[in-house]
């Protein structure tokens, strides 16, 4: 079966810059995937910021932006604030909706 | 907006059947274009899809928990439901039904998830 990994845990410093990557223990994410992007804080729901690759939801700033870096799904925040410290979780779809296991960003 | 809501017990003795229901507001189920998931987190975890159904009646489940998951939809009600069999304290987790948008599979909004607890 195959796994949708995400980076266990990233760090970024206050007004840097941060790419996280979701991709396949076996294979190539690409947009036939429909690559989504969730940011959940702890005893809150998740939070929708990017699908199908590239586009924002609604009223998710421009600093979040979701790509297709090399083999996998990425999604880059730029500028980073305190309170973009939260897990965030990928979607691929793949006949099956799969989550990856989220990466916890600590900003500092 | 559509906001969903979801309802049922917090405690479920083990063996027995998890039911918990999810409310839709501001829009309607039947009005089609979108499915309608249920996902759920394990303590401390990451996000698992359950599975999700069309306002036609229509299913599809992961996999990995097919044999145990039933899902309903009540279009009367503007409700859809899940069922889960033969839990165990694996169970234990947060439930969240979400709008599931296709054809580029994502979901939003997201219900405010309730913690379902399996204990005796």
């Known amino acids: 079966q195959t796994v949708v990994t995400q980076e266990p845990s990233f760090s970024v410093s206050p007004g840097g810059t941060v790419t996280l990557t979701c991709g396949l223990s076996?294979?190539?994410?690409?947009?036939?995937?429909?690559p989504s992007w969730y940011q959940q804080t702890p005893g809150q729901a998740p939070r929708t910021l990017i699908y199908?690759?590239?586009t924002r939801s609604s009223g998710v700033p421009d600093r979040f932006s979701g790509s297709i870096l090399g083999n996998k799904a990425a999604l880059t925040i730029t500028g980073a604030q305190a309170d973009d410290e939260s897990d965030y979780y990928c979607?691929?779809?793949?006949?099956?909706?799969?989550f990856g296991g989220g990466t916890k960003l600590t900003v500092l | 907006q559509v906001q969903l809501q979801e309802s049922g017990p917090g405690l479920v003795k083990p063996s027995q059947t998890l039911s918990l229901t999810c409310t839709v507001s501001?829009?309607?189920?039947?009005?089609?274009?979108?499915?309608w998931s249920w996902i759920r987190q394990h303590p401390g975890k990451g996000l698992e899809w359950i599975g999700y159904?069309?306002?036609?009646?229509?299913?599809y489940y992961n996999p990995s928990l097919k044999s145990r998951v039933t899902i309903s939809v009540d279009t009367s009600k503007n409700q859809f439901s899940l069922k889960l069999s033969s839990v165990t304290a694996a169970d234990t987790a947060v439930y969240y039904c979400?709008?599931?948008?296709?054809?580029?599979?994502?979901?939003?909004?997201w219900g405010q998830g309730t913690l379902v607890t399996v204990s005796s």
């Open positions: 979400a709008r599931h948008i296709v054809p580029d599979n994502w979901f939003d909004p």
């Open positions: 501001g829009g309607s189920i039947s009005s089609g274009g979108y499915y």
């Open positions: 159904i069309y306002y036609s009646g229509s299913t």
């Open positions: 076996s294979g190539s994410v690409s947009t036939s995937y429909y």
């Open positions: 199908s690759t590239n």
């Open positions: 979607v691929l779809y793949m006949g099956s909706v799969v």
